[in-house]
């Protein structure tokens, strides 16, 4: 049972470049988010699904962009990289909030614009 | 909007001695969960509290929700190294339409061996 598999690990990217942070679940939970992390602060709440074809904005939605096709996968899209955008990338996957499972997340992907 | 603050937002201990945060919500929770984030890695989920007043054991974690569940701590008693970590809680606003939790900001625990 693989839980959250987010890929790549690390990235570099330049100003200006776009890229795919890709998440997989394979736990059949319905809901499914997208997380940024600067260093040492808290969780920040990029973007959300509650179930395939349904997503939300979270607290800091600009410059990113998602999709949920299926009930797996949830990528996260930049656009335009910015230097502002240097954090490492949680994804994460529930039944749902009410459930006494919590959240499972994935073991992140730390990118840095240059 | 629905806010979760946790205090402290760092502590230092020795080895042996206790540690506690505290978690308040602007709005009452339907429930709180507590998660455990180790230097470099992710958030792990620790436990969920949904009723009044409720505690919870975990070995040496105690956690509590409080009656008018806006409150919630999480207390370790004779830390270890293994402790070390930040601590995060995360609350669900009763009768709210929003489909995530809302994290508070965490408390960082370091331990001095």
């Known amino acids: 049972n693989a839980g959250v598999t987010q890929t790549p690990k690390f990235r570099i990217l330049k100003i200006g470049q776009s890229m795919t942070l890709q998440c997989t679940q394979d736990m059949n939970h319905n809901y499914m988010y997208w997380y940024r992390q600067d260093p040492g602060m808290g969780l920040k709440l990029i973007y959300y699904s509650v179930g395939a074809g349904i997503t939300d904005k979270g607290e800091v939605p600009n410059g990113y962009n998602v999709s949920r096709s299926t009930t797996e996968d949830f990528p996260l899209r930049l656009e335009l990289a910015a230097p502002s955008q240097t954090s490492v990338y949680f994804c994460?996957?529930?039944?749902?909030?009410?459930?006494?499972?919590?959240?499972?997340f994935g073991s992140g992907t730390r990118l840095t614009v240059v | 909007g629905q806010q979760v603050m946790q205090i402290p937002q760092y502590q230092h201990v020795q080895e042996g001695e206790d540690f506690t945060t505290y978690c308040n919500s602007s709005t009452t929770l339907s429930n709180i969960q507590w998660y455990k984030q180790r230097p470099g890695g992710h958030p792990v989920f620790l436990i969920q509290l949904v009723k009044s007043g409720e505690v919870k054991k975990q070995k040496r974690l105690t956690f509590q929700f409080g009656e008018a569940k806006k409150n919630s701590s999480l207390h370790i008693t004779a830390t270890q190294t293994t402790d070390v970590g930040t601590y995060f809680c995360?609350?669900?606003?009763?009768?709210?339409?929003?489909?995530?939790?809302?994290f508070g900001k965490g408390t960082k625990l370091s331990v001095k061996p």
């Open positions: 995360a609350g669900l606003e009763q009768g709210g339409s929003q489909g995530n939790l809302i």
């Open positions: 994460a996957s529930s039944y749902s909030p009410r459930t006494g499972n919590g959240y499972t």
